[in-house]
């Protein structure tokens, strides 16, 4: 069983940025690939993120590309989520998630989150 758990998210004006965090504990990462989605109001979960278990691999939502940077450090049990250039579109709920390949993780992972919300004012 894996328990994660995010912090970093928050308001924060257009073109800012804002780095989220994901902590996890009961089992160790270095197995799993990570991962992030994000819900916005009235709009249905969509993948932003994803990183192999090694970190050598990512995947990025078109939306996000470039402006977005997943990273993790396996000693920690920490993946982040450095967000630049952020748009008001960009506002949601980010949920971390963790799954046993790059495949699982991007479409219906095994583990999630609680949420941490980022708001992007105009």
């Known amino acids: 069983q894996v328990q994660l758990v995010e912090s970093g998210g928050g308001l924060v004006q257009a073109g800012g940025s804002l780095r989220l965090s994901c902590a996890a504990s009961?089992?160790?990462?270095?197995?799993?690939?990570m991962g992030w989605f994000r819900q916005a109001p009235g709009k249905e979960r969509e993948f932003v993120a994803a990183i192999s278990w090694s970190g050598g691999g990512t995947r990025y939502a078109d939306s996000v590309k470039g402006r977005f940077t997943i990273s993790r450090d396996n000693a920690k049990n920490t993946v982040y989520l450095q967000m630049n250039a952020l748009k008001v579109e960009d506002t949601a709920v980010y949920y971390c998630?963790?799954?046993?390949?790059?495949?699982?993780?991007?479409?219906?992972?095994?583990?999630w989150g609680q949420g941490t919300q980022v708001t992007v004012s105009s």
């Open positions: 998630n963790a799954g046993a390949t790059m495949l699982v993780v991007t479409t219906s992972p095994n583990y």
């Open positions: 009961g089992r160790t990462l270095r197995t799993y690939a």
